[in-house]
């Protein structure tokens, strides 16, 4: 042996250091005798490591645990598991993969790998040595300086070198290549490569060569093993061998487990005869893979079929689905296709479970296939088509498809049927899972009565048998239903935790389905805490999800979408998305949802159109009980009677936040301070901040004068600053009135929906008489007060028409436009040109443009105005211009300039923000940046470094996933994470 200084001092020097050369040129040898102060973990890379799990559990060794079920979502799993095993190292950790050239493009380990480069903090080092390079893009680390090549040019050993090892220079006749020298060295020949292993082994003892090709075949062995197989001068011969670098060498990621080294690997002729003892051996010992690599060789698929259920027990989804590969089709059961049926279900690959299991239904339709096939139609298809397969199966008192069925029942809203299906269920149960399954569909029931205390002690229970029977899924369903309960009890906090248990799991497990149900049921507590932008990034994290997936589930996020648009005002957003989110329920008749999207559409059109509203809540009501469509009639109406009855459902329910919220209308309809007192109170134990804000403007409109105005504007600065701009504008209007000044008797709204009002209150669509009026009006502010022609301003609305039409027809128009904003409000006729005169109309957009740009200015000048310049430009931004006219070309050129100038608004707060410590209010303005520009990748990395600054590591890791993500989409190579996180010496 000699030492490389030269080569051992690169090994350290940036975050990622690559050592691709072909076999035999020293590659371990250079990194077993290179020295280092820091804790090490290493892994030799075999064939069976291509796939994240076993991958994930090497690197992992004693320091954590890695759970053994896994999800669709490979990459994201990748990057929690990355996160996990980070966490777990020491943060100078030296992380080295030896003969990386096994892994494959499109293997989940590779993800695993890359997510590795790219989180490792910047004391960390990782070391990947192979034959070839890793597969994947190294081309942003080697721009930023982070990446170390080592090649096999620089392996190769010096004249010098090569004279110190072999004795004599033979640099000439062997290129330096390390093995040839070091068997030139050992023969003093420089025959073939082939012949000088034949000969080295040949020189070996016949007890050390017969166990070299015993050892041959198999990827890894053990002293055991080898004795097992009649080679007892195994525990001898081994170290041995290994010391001596002849052929073996350990396996550092398992202790007690050697190999053979390449070299040896590609001339050692394998004995044959030893897989079916091995196979034996490796079961008894608990090593199913193994044992199935070996039933393999034999082309044994029963022996395989038999240890199908123990694979996946013990190494998860993945190891299964490489044991099925090896069975030919020809040669599967249907207790094979099953097996790799749930191995993709526990995936999250619905097309491909069902595809397996209706293979498996050939021999009949078991229970088991039944619940499962059905669980996959509840999440994807609906709850209807669920039923179907249930309601099919001849075993009709299996544990587990009663409860499937009972959720079905659930989710069409027959809760008299999913307690029947759900207590028959718990009746037979037997096992852990079965019993978890069954309190989990019962506890949601007696949420839906009202029963919070039986609710309480179902989940209690279930959880307990789930964690029990191993049940990762279970685990996830109930901790996420948990925090959904907490959500309608108004107990946001208690949510959070909840979702803050089970997210993790959900990303280490890669199941995004159920991810996406943790963030949405995560979203809706943030938006409960009035946190609406964190709240949209859930939202849209977990509607993006179910649509991909083509659930059902959609409907969810959608509805409470429409929710934060409706509270930031972006009216056009929230009327699709609410509309979407009917339509997507209704076609698969999901009660709950299609209740929740009349209610939000009742609320939406209450202020517009009244009588659209009452049909909305109506339609609610006629499909169960709701708080919320109580109270909008209660509004409407002024109907103090709905408010009581909205009252005492939400006594019944436990719902803290509908009686708060009807405790606010009546004070409002019976001008009762007293109420407004209670309501002001319970808000601030549930710890919403919006519903504070809409107390307080009530508040500030009852007690009226400086006082009120005081409270209103104080209202109107905390709901600026959540980002809900309707609350934000009542108040304001309320503080005016208070002051006693007007608003300006008419005022053009077109951020994020047309709207006209009049005094403060917004003119029903019915008094427009024509549509071409209102596009006449929208075409003239998109011209900023520019003049039009007659003739084209007639061509832009009537394009296919005779000119001498559309000349009669752009006076009705016209004529009607000016009646509906009334004589000399703004429309100007010169001549032959139209123009509109926005010093005489006030138009929000032009108001946010002059805010906005006065604001960027005065921060430009680090002027003191600017922070209140910009916040207010920012608060005026209620979505983009014009939203509901997507199409037309004549409004793209302003809503393109309105709505960059907003992203620079935001992007400067957010600087700002960051600069003054203000995490958290940094985050927000990075979300509202990427909810209008996903991919600009200044916000995300803005808003990974912020959340780690903020002590929120867990989800900076996922926000930096969704960057990755987004990046990939663009072909962009993503930068590493650069956030820095506490960690153990």
């Not at 009949?364 to 139609?377: F, Y």
């Not at 991909?548 to 509270?567: C, I, Q």
């Amino acid at each position: 042996m000699i030492r490389r200084p030269r080569l051992e001092g690169l090994l350290c020097a940036t975050r990622l250091t690559t050592l691709v050369a072909p076999a035999g040129y020293g590659k371990t040898t250079l990194l077993t005798q290179a020295h280092t102060d820091r804790p090490v973990v290493w892994h030799t890379c075999q064939e069976g490591h291509r796939l994240l799990q076993p991958m994930a559990l090497a690197l992992a060794a004693d320091r954590t645990s890695v759970p053994a079920v896994s999800g669709e979502d490979e990459a994201g799993r990748a990057h929690a598991v990355a996160g996990l095993l980070i966490d777990a190292w020491p943060s100078d950790v030296l992380v080295v993969l030896d003969d990386i050239q096994v892994l494959r493009q499109g293997d989940s380990a590779v993800q695993l790998l890359e997510a590795l480069c790219l989180q490792l903090p910047a004391s960390a080092r990782l070391v990947l040595s192979g034959r070839a390079l890793p597969p994947f893009s190294l081309r942003r680390l080697k721009v930023d300086g982070e990446l170390t090549e080592i090649t096999a040019s620089q392996l190769a050993f010096s004249v010098e070198e090569t004279t110190v090892v072999a004795g004599h220079d033979v640099h000439e006749r062997t290129g330096g290549w390390p093995i040839a020298v070091r068997l030139v060295a050992e023969t003093g020949t420089v025959e073939e490569l082939a012949d000088l292993v034949d000969e080295v082994v040949g020189r070996e003892p016949e007890q050390t060569r017969s166990l070299l090709r015993t050892a041959a075949a198999f990827d890894r062995f053990t002293t055991d093993l080898l004795v097992e197989l009649g080679h007892s001068g195994a525990p001898a011969i081994l170290p041995d061998l290994a010391r001596r670098g002849l052929f073996v060498e350990h396996v550092r990621a398992e202790p007690g487990w050697f190999t053979l080294v390449p070299l040896a690997r590609e001339y050692v002729e394998p004995a044959i005869g030893v897989h079916r003892t091995a196979a034996r051996w490796f079961t008894s010992r608990g090593e199913y893979v193994r044992a199935v690599d070996s039933l393999a060789a034999l082309e044994d698929w029963p022996g395989i079929t038999a240890l199908l259920d123990d694979v996946l027990r013990t190494k998860g989804a993945d190891a299964v689905l490489a044991a099925t590969g090896l069975v030919p089709d020809d040669q599967r059961t249907a207790e094979v296709w099953q097996l790799e049926g749930v191995a993709h279900q526990l995936r999250g690959e619905w097309r491909q479970a069902a595809d397996r299991f209706t293979k498996a239904t050939e021999d009949g339709l078991t229970a088991e296939l039944a619940w499962r096939m059905a669980w996959i139609q509840h999440l994807r298809g609906g709850p209807e088509d669920a039923l179907k397969i249930c309601d099919d199966c001849a075993d009709s008192s299996d544990p587990m498809l009663l409860s499937t069925a009972a959720s079905a029942h659930w989710a069409l809203g027959d809760l008299e049927a999913a307690e029947a299906k759900a207590t028959q269920a718990l009746e037979t149960a037997t096992t852990d899972c079965a019993i978890g399954t069954a309190h989990t569909v019962l506890a949601m029931v007696a949420a839906a009565q009202g029963k919070r205390d039986e609710l309480t002690e179902h989940y209690d229970i279930a959880l307990d048998h789930a964690q029990k029977a191993g049940d990762v899924l279970g685990v996830i369903r109930i901790r996420s239903n948990r925090a959904s309960h907490h959500v309608e009890a108004g107990e946001h906090r208690a949510a959070l935790r909840e979702i803050e248990e089970m997210l993790p799991l959900a990303d280490v497990t890669g199941f995004a389905t159920y991810r996406a149900i943790g963030l949405h049921n995560r979203g809706e507590a943030l938006l409960g805490l009035g946190r609406l932008d964190e709240a949209a990034a859930d939202f849209h994290a977990a509607q993006k999800v179910f649509e991909s997936a083509g659930s059902w589930l959609a409907a969810a996020p959608l509805v409470y979408l429409g929710e934060v648009h409706r509270k930031r005002g972006d009216r056009a957003l929230a009327g699709y998305a609410l509309h979407e989110a009917l339509r997507l329920a209704s076609a698969k008749n999901t009660v709950p949802h299609m209740i929740l999207a009349h209610v939000g559409l009742a609320e939406l059109f209450s202020d517009d159109d009244p009588d659209l509203a009452r049909e909305h809540a109506r339609k609610a009501l006629e499909l169960g009980e709701s708080v919320a469509a109580l109270l909008v009639l209660g509004w409407l109406d002024h109907d103090k009677a709905r408010c009581q009855e909205a009252a005492e459902i939400a006594t019944r329910r436990g719902d803290r936040a509908g009686f708060a919220r009807a405790l606010r209308l009546r004070g409002v309809l019976e001008r009762d301070p007293v109420l407004l007192d209670q309501a002001l109170a319970l808000w601030r134990e549930i710890g919403n901040p919006l519903g504070e804000v809409r107390v307080r403007t009530a508040q500030a409109m009852l007690i009226g004068g400086a006082a009120g105005e005081q409270l209103a504007s104080e209202a109107r600065r905390q709901a600026a600053d959540l980002g809900a701009r309707v609350l934000a504008e009542a108040a304001a209007s309320v503080a005016e009135t208070c002051r006693k000044e007007s608003r300006p008797e008419l005022f053009i709204q077109t951020l994020g929906g047309f709207r006209v009002l009049r005094d403060g209150d917004p003119l029903p669509p019915a008094a427009w008489q024509s549509r071409k009026a209102r596009d006449l009006v929208k075409i003239l502010i998109a011209r900023r007060g520019r003049p039009i022609t007659r003739e084209a301003l007639g061509n832009l609305l009537w394009p296919d028409e005779e000119p001498e039409k559309v000349a009669n027809r752009l006076a009705v128009a016209l004529s009607t436009a000016r009646s509906v904003l009334r004589a000399g409000t703004g429309i100007v006729a010169e001549g032959d040109a139209i123009r509109l005169d926005p010093d005489v109309l006030p138009v929000d957009v032009v108001a946010f443009l002059a805010d906005a740009r006065a604001g960027l200015a005065a921060a430009q000048r680090n002027s003191s105005e600017a922070q209140s310049l910009l916040a207010a430009a920012e608060s005026a931004y209620h979505g983009d211009f014009l939203e509901e006219d997507p199409y037309e070309d004549w409004a793209g050129r302003l809503r393109e300039e309105a709505r960059l100038i907003y992203l620079q608004v935001v992007a400067v707060l957010a600087a700002r923000a960051e600069s003054g410590g203000e995490y958290a209010l940094a985050s927000r303005y990075c979300l509202r940046v990427l909810e209008r520009d996903p991919y600009d990748e200044p916000a995300h990395l803005m808003l990974v470094r912020v959340l780690a600054a903020g002590g929120s590591h867990g989800e900076a890791r996922r926000c930096y996933q969704t960057y990755v993500t987004r990046m990939r989409e663009i072909e962009v190579d993503p930068r590493p994470f650069t956030a820095s996180t506490p960690r153990r010496a």
